[in-house]
């Protein structure tokens, strides 16, 4: 079956393959256009399976809300360099993920690679966007809400940080403050929404730190252990006032708290912070021996 230069653009842009590699696929289906494009898919997965072993430690936080169905979705998935990380292509993959997330709200990553996306599972997706990136991809982690509230999400830096909120008995009107509270999550990194959400373990070693710390000091000396424990529990204060949203300084108005600034606009009930390859170790090579790696793979 014979096929025209416009059936290798017509493949290229459904694959997103190169142009030589959806000739060559048109050539061994003999022309046949879903057949190259399984052709493609089975060769783009062998791609992928040999960068299966490389480090992600780069890529991008994205978000997704659908306002009329009530669910958002904070996700990150990881590529190899910044320089991928930064283009369309790989935005594009984000966000395509970010709503397979929210239509079908799966319980996990493996879940997710489960699910369906243009004919494929995501699985294969990110396998044929694997290929045609030429970096390894993988999707880290995600969060669902599910709200009857107003939820509100942002993305700082391209994808470095992305942040969810959901906040209930919403004011009309009181969007930008809903929007700075996202802000303030993003800068601050707070870890618990108020103080009784701090749990007891955390605040028990937390007094044991201060007191320790106020026993090594010598002005303390000859203070007994009971008036110590008054002290540090009068300065816990200052371990929620930068570890409970609620409590933290406004980054827009240090005159406020952040619970003073949204008084009875809204309530929020509970956010998320992704930050972008927290607690990935990332590869680190001489550039020396990395081009030499590449002078002897050439050689090969």
């Given at each position: 079956?014979?096929?025209?230069?416009?059936d290798?653009?017509?493949?290229?842009?459904?694959s997103?393959a190169?142009m030589?590699d959806?000739?060559?696929a048109?050539?061994?289906?003999d022309?046949?256009?879903?057949k190259a494009?399984?052709?493609?898919?089975?060769?783009g997965i062998?791609?992928a399976v040999?960068k299966?072993g490389?480090i992600a430690?780069?890529g991008?936080?994205?978000?997704y809300v659908?306002?009329?169905?009530?669910?958002?979705?904070?996700?990150e998935i990881?590529?190899?360099?910044?320089?991928?990380s930064?283009?369309?292509?790989?935005?594009?993959?984000?966000?395509?993920?970010?709503k397979?997330?929210?239509e079908?709200?799966?319980?996990?990553?493996?879940?997710?690679n489960?699910?369906?996306?243009g004919?494929?599972?995501v699985?294969?997706?990110?396998a044929?966007?694997t290929?045609?990136?030429g970096?390894?991809?993988?999707?880290?982690?995600f969060?669902?809400?599910e709200?009857?509230?107003?939820?509100?999400?942002y993305?700082?830096?391209g994808g470095?940080?992305?942040?969810?909120?959901?906040?209930?008995?919403?004011n009309?009107?009181?969007?930008?403050?809903?929007h700075d509270v996202?802000?303030?999550?993003a800068?601050?990194?707070?870890?618990?929404?108020?103080?009784?959400?701090?749990?007891?373990?955390?605040?028990?070693?937390?007094?044991?730190?201060?007191l320790v710390?106020m026993?090594g000091d010598?002005?303390?000396?000859?203070k007994?252990?009971?008036?110590?424990?008054?002290?540090?529990a009068?300065k816990l204060?200052?371990y929620?006032s930068?570890?409970c949203?609620?409590?933290?300084v406004?980054?827009?108005?240090?005159?406020?708290?952040?619970?003073?600034v949204?008084?009875?606009?809204?309530k929020?009930?509970r956010?998320?912070?992704?930050?972008m390859?927290?607690?990935?170790?990332?590869?680190?090579e001489?550039?020396?021996d990395?081009?030499q790696?590449?002078?002897?793979?050439?050689?090969k």
């Amino acid at each position: 079956m014979a096929f025209t230069a416009k059936d290798v653009m017509e493949l290229r842009d459904k694959s997103g393959a190169g142009m030589l590699d959806c000739k060559k696929a048109l050539v061994d289906a003999d022309g046949n256009m879903e057949k190259a494009a399984e052709l493609l898919r089975e060769r783009g997965i062998a791609k992928a399976v040999k960068k299966e072993g490389r480090i992600a430690a780069e890529g991008v936080v994205g978000a997704y809300v659908c306002e009329k169905c009530g669910v958002g979705v904070l996700l990150e998935i990881n590529c190899e360099s910044d320089f991928v990380s930064r283009g369309e292509k790989f935005h594009g993959i984000v966000d395509e993920v970010a709503k397979v997330v929210a239509e079908n709200k799966p319980a996990d990553v493996e879940a997710l690679n489960a699910c369906k996306l243009g004919g494929a599972t995501v699985k294969e997706y990110i396998a044929n966007m694997t290929a045609v990136i030429g970096e390894k991809i993988s999707i880290r982690r995600f969060e669902i809400y599910e709200t009857k509230g107003k939820i509100e999400t942002y993305i700082h830096m391209g994808g470095k940080v992305g942040v969810m909120v959901d906040a209930a008995d919403f004011n009309k009107g009181a969007e930008e403050t809903l929007h700075d509270v996202a802000l303030q999550i993003a800068a601050s990194k707070p870890s618990y929404l108020v103080a009784a959400d701090v749990p007891q373990e955390v605040l028990n070693k937390e007094k044991e730190i201060m007191l320790v710390q106020m026993q090594g000091d010598p002005k303390n000396a000859n203070k007994p252990k009971e008036i110590l424990e008054k002290i540090v529990a009068g300065k816990l204060g200052k371990y929620y006032s930068e570890n409970c949203l609620m409590e933290q300084v406004f980054v827009k108005d240090d005159s406020q708290k952040v619970s003073q600034v949204i008084g009875n606009k809204f309530k929020v009930t509970r956010f998320v912070r992704f930050e972008m390859g927290a607690g990935i170790e990332k590869k680190s090579e001489n550039l020396q021996d990395e081009v030499q790696k590449q002078i002897d793979a050439m050689k090969k």
